[in-house]
């Protein structure tokens, strides 16, 4: 399968728990994102890597939020002292962007968080 | 700041014609995107506008009207398996890069 890749699917955490979840993008593709979807929204954004580097973060994703791409690979997005309102589906993407143009994003099938 | 709007539901009889209207206000635009998600599944690309006019692709076509501010998807000969919401998104510079945002997404129902 060459699709995204995201891991775990599911997380149940206590509320104060740090959490990480991984992220595999399309092997060729250089951008990479994080997206957070709660029930009847649609994706919202968090955060973006072109290759290694961060390009720009989400009011939303507060200093409990971190996001890494170290290698321009895989990357992995930490909530840390998680708390209820964290409860949703994270969804990662990439895409190939080029000087000839933008291409679609390509989503994972998401990691749903539940704090209790 | 970035806003789209479009129809929270809407409901159509199998092997019919609906359209999912989206208008958007934004700072900046580059092109209108549509995503299909089914319950549980992820968003998944079905087509874009960078210019004015329409684009097919199958039974589903969008169309942009940049001056208007306003796109629509308009799928044809519905299916069953069509069910599922469809969300409109813009892309629109940002920090010297390009950005994506999504609308509330559209449930489409679609009934025998």
């Known amino acids: 399968d060459t699709g995204v890749s995201q891991n775990p699917r599911h997380k149940i955490t206590k509320r104060g728990q740090n959490v990480t979840f991984r992220c595999d993008p399309i092997?060729?593709?250089?951008?990479l994102y994080w997206y957070r979807q709660t029930l009847g929204q649609g994706p919202e954004f968090l955060t973006y890597f072109q290759n290694e580097a961060q390009l720009e973060k989400s009011r939303l994703l507060s200093d409990r939020f971190s996001a890494e791409r170290p290698k321009g690979s895989f990357s992995t997005l930490e909530i840390q002292r998680t708390e209820q309102g964290d409860s949703a589906m994270y969804l990662c993407?990439?895409?190939?962007?080029?000087?000839?143009?933008?291409?679609?994003?390509?989503f994972g099938p998401g990691t749903r968080l539940t704090v209790l | 700041g970035q806003s789209l709007e479009q129809p929270s539901e809407v409901t159509a009889v199998e092997g019919a014609i609906v359209q999912i209207n989206c208008t958007y206000q934004t700072s900046g635009f580059y092109g209108l995107s549509w995503y299909q998600q089914h319950d549980g599944g992820a968003p998944t690309f079905l087509s874009y506008n960078g210019l004015d006019g329409l684009e097919e692709t199958g039974r589903f076509s969008s169309f942009l009207s940049r001056s208007d501010s306003y796109g629509y998807l308009l799928l044809q000969e519905l299916q069953m398996k069509d069910s599922a919401s469809y969300f409109c998104a813009v892309r629109f510079p940002s920090g010297g890069y390009q950005k994506v945002t999504f609308g509330t997404g559209t449930k489409l129902q679609v009934i025998p």
């Open positions: 993407a990439s895409s190939l962007v080029t000087l000839a143009g933008y291409n679609e994003q390509f």
């Open positions: 092997s060729e593709h250089n951008r």
